[in-house]
């Protein structure tokens, strides 16, 4: 009980009493009984519940009892419209999957009303999944940036470019006049929430030729954008390169000066231990996509080598089509089996490590650390709280000896039960905010139709 006039109390909008809190830095922290306070949408304390109590005076007060909050998780690797191609073709490998599949159905579907429906399916979906920022590459990005913006989730929105046509662009300098010209709108507008950041999205080595790669290389730069690319996912991959370009697909980036702290490496399945060092000592950061490398039966990537060696790893969940889930919890628990199983030793990735992967590393590769992806003073609460209360309801989450591991190991999406993203209150209780999602069922079903009729 505080006995100081109201006058010497700092003010906040909002105060959150949860059970738990993992602030992510300092690394490896657990708190119990601390409070965060949020004020115009920043964390600006972070301290003792009694000191909360008495020192602040906030205007609302959330009790989260039997509750963990942590910084809302980064997808470093989506293609969220995809969504709306959950489970089309499924049980094939990458390039079959593309070239009979996926490209056809995209030729003849995909518009900016097939973008932002399964832009906003998806981002419904990763917000009861505790995902408060993507990173995304898709055809008309300015569609997936604005059904960002009408849900309030933080997005990274990639300026995509491919050597040949599809129905959003003709050829390099129409993908990358298009990109641009939707940074520049999306930054322009009225409604600008600050919550839009963009990336260069070269989509692949094989799609994309040297001089397109130079001209991408000059414009992040230029803009200081990161550079978002699908990279060394299968042996396939690897064999095209070494035919066509005389070297692996990393060495080719790294001649075309791709290779940088700017990069964001999409995969990185099959690396050489000279590779891992390359990266590391360029500053790349690696988006790991366990799930989407296990279906498409691309392989293992060498996770705990690329931490040892310095690698800046984050997780991603891929797009629906080759998931079939945009669930990055899940993903904290199958990339924590798996680096386990890959580098034959039970320590490797652990409970902690995972969760860093899963929200700082993911923030540093888009150049958003100092935004998001811990709780720490001055950052965006982009806030999530897990449900691991003992009411008797979840005996899956019963007993509790550690928070991170009973996350990581036990917890699903169906645990998260509030998001925020810069103090805005997103999910309530497992409610999302209805508004941008009216009606968004019946039109997911008429696109299901259409491409259904595609098919058969
Ligand atoms: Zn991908």
Redo the contacts with the bound molecule.
Sequence with gaps: MSTLPDTTLQRADLRLDPEWIIPIQPAGLTLQQHSVLIRDGRIVALLPRADAETLWRADVVQALPGQLLMPGLVNL?C?AAMSLMRGLADDLPLMTWLQQHIWPAEGRHVSDAFVYDGSLLACAEMLRAGVTCFND?YFFPEATARAARAVGMRAAIGLIVMDFPTPYASDPEDYLAKGLAMRDAMRDSSSDDGLLSFCMAPHAPYTVGNKSFERIVTLAEELELPIHL?LHETTEEIATSLQQHGLRPLARMQSLGVLGPRLIA??AVHLTPQEIDLLARHGASVAH?PS?NLKLASGFAPVAAMLEAGVNLGL?T??AA?NNRLDLLGEMRTASLLAKAVANRADALPAHATLHAATLAGARALGLESEIGSIEVGKAADLIAIDLSPDGHQPALRPLYQPASQLVYAAGREHVSHVWVAGQALMQARDLLPGAFSDLNSRVDLWQNRLVAEFD
Excluded: E, F, I, N
Aim: with cysteine; aromatic share 0%; hydrophobic share 15%.
């Design positions: 690797h293609h590459m699908h999409v995969h996509c989407s991603g891929d797009g080759s």
